[in-house]
């Protein structure tokens, strides 16, 4: 009997798709125990925006969050979410970091690292891979899904071949909008299992409403596994529900291993921690619901839910339907990105502020600017060659990798920071959010302190 392996995301994707990642430590540990028992392949636990979170809003050290996750969990695998050269960041980071970020993430408990690029350049992969391997976990090779013209399927199946070419032990499709439609998910699985040896992962949203579905159909063409977040915390922007899942795939005459007793208690455990987020606002109703635009704009939910909010501070809600025209216009203008941080924030700021203005280009982000520079890497089609002199002028972009014009910067800092950094660990919190993880250890020696003064008025 075929097995189909079930991820587990509700303490990474859904905490991050339903309630902005806003979940303590502590108010699932005492679950821990019992999730390692359930027969999930992996659990999808830490990477993504858990870091930030966890020192930007939770005052916890991430470090120590996994540390604890992996002494309560002593069997299923620990997974995590890195954006390659970019870590768990917003830029690119120099080699030196990377590798000692995979390095440290492994030493303090993670067995699989799903690692992807947001333009499909897997040059910004490549040192990410390398070192999982070299450190003896799993590396799994993400291809980021999206729809556009030059985007097909011939393409993907390339991009599988490279990545396989590249040593990982496993591929993912990661759709993290939700678009990709069942019948692509049949051929486009299909292919690839027909070219690679590797297995092959996917992973979507119930965003759409197609996530079940495409699912279902993705196993029928030998997927060899989904990820699914357990059903309080599951559907809308979050994952497709893991009994429902399981009770389906099972049906169809696949072995899971997951054991149903066990999914009960977890969902009865989560349940109440639901309830609490929706009293306090932090799960807003809408998350939760079925949002098809995101269909015929080609743009994933969160994207438009920015645009509205952006929209919105500048009073300017009646030009949403032209921005809506102009986002595709200037995908197309980049060399069609797919649309996953941080690109869909990039294109989405850029056509607003090309409406607002009324002139295109007129006024350019940033950010954009350094993707025209080849900052983030290479597009996947053909930047407009006029939009490039416009902003760059005689100016060249880079072609190489990035990456390689950037000095090591981690012993440096490690001197720089001394005292305050405790461990390399906390040097790497640095790099990655130096301003937040500052506050942070500050707090951090606060607390302390004030133990050692309770301890000592107790004797
Ligand atoms: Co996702």
């Known amino acids: ?19 902005a990642t806003r979940l303590p430590f502590e108010d699932f540990e005492e679950i821990l125990e019992t999730m390692d028992n359930a027969g999930y392949y992996s659990l999808e636990c830490w990477g993504g925006a858990t870091f930030d979170s966890c020192l930007r809003y939770l005052s916890e050290d991430p470090w120590e969050r996994l540390r604890k996750i992996r002494e309560k969990v002593k069997n299923t695998k620990l997974q995590m979410l890195l954006r390659g050269q970019n870590l768990l960041g917003y830029k690119h980071y120099p ?65 599988g071949k490279t990545l396989e070419s590249m040593g990982v032990n496993s591929i993912c499709i990661k759709d993290m909008a939700g678009i990709l439609a069942p019948q692509e998910a049949y051929d486009l699985i299909k292919a690839l299992k027909e070219t690679v040896k590797v297995p092959v992962f996917l992973h979507t949203h119930s965003t759409t409403g197609l996530g079940p579905i495409t699912y279902i159909k993705a196993v029928e063409a030998g997927c060899d596994g989904i990820d699914t977040s357990i059903s309080v915390f599951s559907g809308g922007t979050a994952q497709p529900a893991t009994e429902t899942l399981n009770y389906a795939i ?25 309830e609490k987020f929706i009293q ?17 704009y080609q743009i994933p939910g969160g994207m438009l839910s920015n645009l509205i909010a952006q929209l919105k501070q500048q ?25 996953v941080t941080p690109m869909s ?15 295109r280009y007129k006024n350019v982000t ?38 390689d014009t950037l000095e090591p ?33 500050k707090e951090r020696e606060e607390k302390k302190a004030k133990i050692v003064s309770y301890t000592i008025s107790r004797v």
Not at 2 to 19: F, G, M, P, W, Y
Not at 262 to 273: A, E, H, S, T
């Open 280 to 296: 306090s606002g932090g799960l807003d109703a809408y998350v939760l619901g079925t949002e098809t635009d995101a269909l015929n």
């Open 409 to 441: 910067i981690f012993e440096k800092t490690k001197e720089e920071l001394g005292d305050m950094a405790k461990s390399d660990e906390d040097v790497l919190s640095y790099i990655a959010f130096p301003q937040i993880a500052k506050k942070f250890f």
């Open 95 to 159: 080699d030196d970091v990377v590798r000692k970020f995979v390095q440290h993430s492994v030493k303090n408990g993670i067995d699989i690292i799903r690692i992807f690029d947001a333009l499909n350049d897997f040059r910004n992969i490549e040192v990410a891979v390398e070192e999982t391997l070299k450190c003896g976990a799993h590396a799994q090779g993400a291809i980021c899904y999206t729809i556009s013209p030059i985007h097909n399927l011939e393409k993907y199946v390339e991009m």
């Open 1 to 19: 009997m075929k097995k189909v392996n079930i991820t587990e995301t509700v303490l990474r994707d859904a905490n991050q798709s339903l309630i």
């Open 366 to 403: 940033k950010e954009v600017k350094a993707y025209l520079k080849g900052e983030y890497g290479r597009a996947p089609g053909e930047i407009d060659s006029e939009l490039i002199k416009k902003v760059l002028g005689d100016e060249e972009p880079i072609t190489g990798r990035f990456a």
């Open 315 to 339: 009073n300017a809600m009646d030009k949403l339907e032209e921005v809506l025209l102009e986002t595709p216009k200037v995908r197309k203008d980049l060399g069609y990105p797919p649309l």
């Open 250 to 274: 099972k049906e169809m005459g696949y072995q899971t291993d997951l054991k149903e007793d066990v999914l009960k208690k977890i969902n009865d455990f989560f349940r109440p921690i639901k």
């Open 345 to 359: 924030q990039m294109v989405g700021v850029q056509a607003t502020i090309n409406v607002l203005t009324g002139e």
